[in-house]
């Protein structure tokens, strides 16, 4: 079952599609179809291939990323976090 939808494309596009249309003899919506579906089903087959990660996996490759941009650009953290978590959450007097 087709279902309408309003897409919105620039005048040239607008007047590439009517003139393929004509002479193609389709209208303007086959033509449409005919060229995003394939797309469509193509850009869904490659998302459904991206392997679905637990929120373990997914934390620790942003740790992954964040250790690489780190020794890039040669960034360190404080070495007291553990000592001064409360500091750098919420402010509270630092732990000497």
Known sequence: ???RMQIL???ETKQ???FLSE???QSISHLVRSYVVPKV???KKKAGNIKKMSGVETLLKMA???ERIAKKYKITGP???S???DYYLYGTPKIK
């Open 79 to 81: 070495k007291d976090v």
């Open 41 to 43: 089903k193509e850009e």
């Open 16 to 18: 590439d599609l009517a």
């Open 23 to 25: 002479i193609k003899n």
């Open 1 to 3: 079952m087709l279902t």
């Open 83 to 85: 000592t001064n978590i």
């Open 9 to 11: 494309f620039e005048e």
């Open 64 to 66: 992954e990323s964040a």
